[in-house]
């Protein structure tokens, strides 16, 4: 039976649905972790471009930046999520984003400033928090030292550190995996850690973007003496 075109439509009918994007950022805006993450990149003008799209895996997402072998991307980079992304996806990838202004302004820092330059008492404490929790480029490079996240899992469980190695318990992904399970902690067997391991990964990184956060502000807020 044809349907009458004039007839009215559902009260429900009226109401706009978001968009998928709009309903992750409406969901994560929920948790602190999310804020604080989008707080520090804006801060930096360094917030990488959101998009809900088809990935392969919708559940998933994926950070994307310029290489040495291309540099069509924006310089913030781009995040990429899958339909049914949720808040702990965009908080993991958002993470990466971080990481990454992070270990820049550690850079800038201890090797970029010029020698006349010494280091204000709060970007020595960054310095020395980031060499200490995330990466001593001032080591070698095979050094326990060098890499403290990875240490980390090492000390907690050698075999399981060893035999993920080559993804979850990798430098980059340590910290965005920690970020998202304060979130919605991982259960699946493929991607478990040990206990602990999470948890202290997450509290050590947002130490660190607390301390650039700070140091960020002081740049910025006029002298008031």
């Known amino acids: 039976m044809p349907k009458n ?12 649905r ?20 989008i707080g520090y990149l804006h801060s930096l003008r360094k917030m990488p471009h959101v998009n809900v799209k088809d990935i392969g895996d919708e559940s998933r997402g994926v ?14 980079g781009i995040i990429d999520v899958g339909y049914y992304s949720k808040p702990a ?8 984003a971080a990481d990454r202004q992070l270990e820049n302004q550690y850079y800038n820092l201890k090797f970029a400033k010029t020698k006349p ?3 204000s008492p709060q970007e020595e404490q960054f310095v020395n928090a980031y060499e200490k929790l995330a990466n001593n480029m001032d080591v070698r490079y095979n050094s326990p030292k060098r890499y403290p996240r990875k240490t980390l899992a090492n000390h907690l469980s050698p075999q399981w550190a060893k035999e993920n190695e080559s993804y979850r318990a ?8 920690g970020m998202a399970s304060t979130i919605e902690p991982n259960r699946t067997q493929e991607y478990s850690a040990p206990r602990h391991l999470d948890p202290t990964l997450a509290t050590e990184f947002t130490i660190l973007m607390d ?15």
């Open 5 to 16: 075109a004039l007839a009215p439509k559902p009260a429900n009918a009226l109401v706009q």
């Open 117 to 119: 330059d010494k280091l």
């Open 211 to 225: 301390m650039a956060n700070r140091l960020q502000r002081s740049y910025t807020m006029p002298d008031m003496r």
């Open 89 to 96: 996806t965009l908080v993991h990838e958002l993470t990466h």
């Open 63 to 76: 950070f994307r930046t310029n290489n040495i072998f291309g540099n069509s991307l924006p310089d913030v």
């Open 18 to 37: 978001q968009s998928p994007l709009d309903e992750l950022l409406t969901a994560s805006a929920k948790y602190p972790q999310y804020q604080d993450l």
């Open 170 to 177: 990798n430098q980059a992904e340590l910290p965005a995996w």
